[in-house]
Every structure is written in C-alpha cells, then in structure tokens.
C-alpha cells in the first residue's frame, strides 16, 4: 500500500494515523506500534523540516507486511540528498543534558526502536525504510 502527503507538518498526525491503522492488524502489541510511530514522527519531522529547504514537496509511504516475519514503512520524498544514518551521534550516557550537543539523537532512537533502519538514494529521491520483526 501506498500514499503520499504534502510534506507538511499539518500532515504529520494524518500520516501517522495512515500507519497506525495498517498497524493495528498487523498483529503487534499497541507498545510495539508506539514505538514504530516514535521512530516514524522522527524521520517525518526531519524530512518535513529540512528536505525541501521551505519548498513544497511531497512524502511517500508504503507499508508492507510480510505475516509472521516483519512490517516494513519505506519512506521516500524528492528532497536534498540527505543520509540520516551518516548522522548518529556517540552520546555518552552519563553526560548531564548540559553538556549534551543539541540535536541528532533522532537516528538513534529510529535504531533503537526498530529492528532495521536502511537508506538509499535511488534517481532524485531519498528512501529510508523501517522494519520491525513480528
């Protein structure tokens, strides 16, 4: 399945609520699709803050579901390349908040709360696709 969304953020909660509703019959517990929509806002929020540059531009999902093995969100938009993986931070875990620089954390909760992050850049678009194991 398939849809596309401006990429704004007035379109955040529709898309989310497009995923939420696939997922719920996907067979994973209302924790498991908490933490797929978390890892999911944080890559919208991003592609919708910085991909277009203040343009217009559009998002791309797909979900997938492979029963019994994974659901899969592959996200694409036609924004500035732009791999997200090549930002995780080395975040020191004892460090007060003080000291802590603001920002790429993101990419490290996406790793953390999924079982594979990948990216790609196939022709002018950027694809950045999530999987969680059932």
Known sequence: MTVSFNA?????????EWVRSRLETSGLSDV??????IAL????????????????GMIELEYHLIPGEYVELVIKD??????????????NPLATLEEREEGGLG???????????????????????LRKNL
């Open 8 to 16: 704004e953020l007035n379109a955040l909660y529709p898309m989310l």
């Open 32 to 37: 498991e699709i908490r933490r797929i929509e």
């Open 41 to 56: 806002e944080e890559a919208l929020v991003n592609i919708i803050s910085y991909a277009y540059q203040a343009k217009r």
């Open 78 to 91: 036609q924004g500035l390349p732009f791999n997200p993986l090549k930002q995780v931070k080395k975040v």
């Open 107 to 129: 990419v490290l909760f996406m790793q953390k709360l999924m079982d594979k992050v990948e990216y790609k850049r196939y022709r002018e678009a950027n694809i950045l696709t």
